[in-house]
C-alpha cells in the first residue's frame, strides 16, 4: 500500500474507496498467508504503511494479528479514549450524534461481553453478536436463549426481597484483543429502545494488556466493587488488573438492594449517599462552600412516590452533604421547601400520546395515577420534556445539575437511576438507607454550561467534549391541564 494516494484514490467516493481497500487487503492477507501456514510456523512480518494503523484497516487483517499476546496494529488506536456521550438511534432519523447498538458492540472483533439490563431480547441481542462469543447475562430474570448461541452465562445477583427487589443496571463490559468497552446505558436491551425512544450511552475505551498489572485507581476500584456486589465471576472481575484506566474521569455511583442480611455490600455508600460522596470531593477540589444554590433536571422514564422530605434529602446531597446525622426539622431549617430548586422532567400525556412511533414507544413510559394524585406528591415540581427531536419519546435517566452564582458550571449524572426513592434510596432515622434496586451509572464532573437564560441550557461541556443528550434542559414547568402519562398496564 503506498503511502501517497494516487490521484484516482482521491476522487473515489466511500463505497469504491470501501472496494479498493477491500481488494488490496485481500492480496495483503495471501501474502501473510504465505509465511504463516499453520500454528507451528513463525515469521517477522513487517507492515511499512501509517494506514495499517487506522482501525478500518487494521479490522480487515487477520484477528490473531492483534490478539490479546499481542503487540498488535490496533494497540494505540481507541476510539472512545477520553470519554464520550451519544444518544441511541431512532428510526428514519439521520443523526452523526447517535451510535447503533451494532457499532458499539462492533461483534467482528469481540471476544468476550458482560451485558447487564432490566430487560433483554435475547433473540434480538445475539442477531448482533458471534455465535462463539463467550457472554455473561444478568438481567431482572433470566430468559431462555436461542440454540445457536451456546457460549452463555447466566449470573443472577443477591436479592434480600426478592418479590419486590429488581436488578436495574444497564452495563456493558466489552473485551477486545488490546482494549476493553466501557459503557453505560439509560435504555434496555430490547429493539425498541434503540429504534422509538431515545437514550443516552455513556463509552470510554481504555487500554488492555495482559503483560501487566496496572495500579487501581478510584475509578478501577468502584468498578470493580460494583462487580461483586452483582455477584459477576471472578473471572471476568479478575481482568480488570490488565485494565490501564489511568484516563478515566467518570465517578461511578451504584446502588444495590439492602436489608436483612445481605452479603454482597462492598462500596462505602450507595444510591444518593455515593453521590453526596462524590460530589463533596468535587467541591473540596474546587475548594467551594457548600451552598444550597443547585438547580436539578431530574428526568426518568418512571414516576416513583416522591414527597418533600425526600428532594430535600437528594438536594442536600446533591451539594456533597449527608443529611443522615440530622433530624428532619434541622434539615427543613437549613434547606426550607421554597430553597429545594429541583425540576422532575416527565413526559406530559400529550408528549407520548401524538408521538411519532405510536404506542411501540408508549410502553417504556412508567407512571401511576394513584401515585401522582398522592396529597404528598410534589406536583410543583413537574417540568415539561423537550425532546432533541421533536414528537418523540425520551426514556433517558439523568440530572443536569447547575451550581454557583453563575450557574454556568455543575455536573451531570447519566445510567439507569431514574429519579425514584426505590433507586436513589430513602434515608431512614436511626436505621440505614434502605435501596431497593440494583443501579450505576456515572457522575461527570466540572462539566461547563453555555446558557441562552436561566431557565435553558444551550450546550453541555465536560472534558473538551460535547455532552450530548437526548433532551433540551429547559426549566418549563407544567401547565394547569398537563399530567404525566399514566401507562394502562401498570396501573
Not at 32 to 56: M, S
Amino acid at each position: 500500500m503506498s503511502t501517497v494516494a494516487r490521484p484516482a484514490e482521491q476522487s473515489m467516493g466511500p463505497r469504491a474507496r470501501s472496494l479498493y481497500e477491500s481488494l488490496c487487503m485481500r492480496a495483503v492477507n495471501q501474502s501473510i498467508g504465505r509465511a504463516i501456514r499453520h500454528r507451528g510456523d513463525f515469521a517477522a512480518i513487517v507492515f511499512l504503511d501509517a494506514r495499517y494503523a487506522e482501525p478500518r484497516i487494521a479490522r480487515k487483517l487477520p484477528a490473531w494479528i492483534a490478539g490479546p499476546n499481542q503487540s498488535g496494529l490496533m494497540s494505540d488506536r481507541l476510539e472512545f479514549p477520553d470519554g464520550v456521550v451519544r444518544v441511541t438511534p431512532l428510526v428514519g432519523v439521520p443523526d452523526s450524534q447517535s451510535i447503533s447498538l451494532s457499532t458499539l458492540l462492533d461483534a467482528q472483533h469481540l471476544l468476550s461481553a458482560l451485558l447487564t439490563s432490566f430487560i433483554i431480547n435475547t433473540d434480538w441481542l445475539l442477531s448482533h453478536i458471534q455465535p462463539h462469543t463467550p457472554l455473561t447475562l444478568i438481567a431482572n430474570q433470566a430468559q431462555s436463549t436461542s440454540s445457536l448461541h451456546q457460549n452463555i452465562s447466566w449470573c443472577k445477583p443477591e436479592f434480600v426481597v426478592p418479590n419486590m427487589q429488581i436488578m436495574h443496571t444497564k452495563l456493558m463490559f466489552l473485551v477486545y484483543p488490546r482494549h476493553v468497552r466501557f459503557v453505560v446505558l439509560t435504555g434496555n436491551l430490547v429493539e425498541e429502545e434503540w429504534t422509538v425512544v431515545q437514550n443516552s450511552v455513556f463509552i470510554q475505551d481504555f487500554p488492555l494488556d495482559y503483560t501487566r498489572v496496572f495500579s487501581a485507581n478510584e475509578f478501577s476500584t468502584s468498578l470493580a466493587l460494583s462487580l461483586h456486589d452483582l455477584s459477576v465471576p471472578y473471572s471476568v472481575v479478575a481482568r480488570l488488573n490488565h485494565v490501564d484506566f489511568t484516563r478515566a474521569r467518570a465517578r461511578i455511583v451504584t446502588t444495590v438492594p439492602t436489608g436483612g442480611k445481605r452479603v454482597h455490600m462492598n462500596m462505602e455508600s450507595y444510591g444518593m449517599l455515593r453521590l453526596a460522596h462524590v460530589v463533596d470531593q468535587f467541591n473540596t477540589q474546587i475548594a467551594e462552600e457548600w451552598e444550597p444554590d443547585a438547580r436539578l433536571y431530574c428526568i426518568g422514564s418512571s414516576l416513583g412516590k416522591l414527597d418533600t422530605n425526600w428532594l430535600r434529602d437528594f438536594y442536600m446531597c446533591a451539594h456533597g452533604w449527608d443529611p443522615q446525622s440530622l433530624a428532619l426539622n434541622a434539615r427543613a431549617s437549613i434547606v426550607p421547601e421554597n430553597m429545594i430548586d429541583i425540576a422532575v422532567a416527565f413526559p406530559t400525556h400529550s408528549d407520548v400520546a401524538t408521538n411519532v412511533y405510536g404506542k411501540p414507544a408508549m410502553q417504556y413510559v412508567m407512571a401511576k395515577q394513584n401515585v401522582y394524585e398522592n396529597p404528598k406528591f410534589p406536583k410543583s415540581c413537574m417540568f415539561r420534556v423537550q425532546p432533541r427531536v421533536n414528537r418523540t419519546v425520551v426514556h433517558v435517566k439523568a440530572i443536569v445539575a447547575r451550581t454557583g452564582e453563575r450557574q454556568n458550571r455543575g455536573w451531570v449524572y447519566l445510567g439507569s437511576h431514574n429519579f425514584t426513592p426505590a433507586a436513589w434510596g430513602r434515608l431512614q432515622r436511626g436505621e440505614s438507607p434502605y435501596y431497593n434496586n440494583y443501579e450505576m451509572g456515572v457522575v461527570l464532573l466540572d462539566v461547563k454550561y453555555e446558557c441562552r437564560s436561566q431557565d435553558c441550557v444551550s450546550k453541555i461541556v465536560w472534558e473538551n467534549t460535547n455532552v450530548v443528550l437526548p433532551f433540551s434542559p429547559v426549566w418549563v414547568p407544567y401547565g394547569r391541564s398537563d399530567a404525566p402519562y399514566f401507562n394502562p398496564d401498570i396501573q
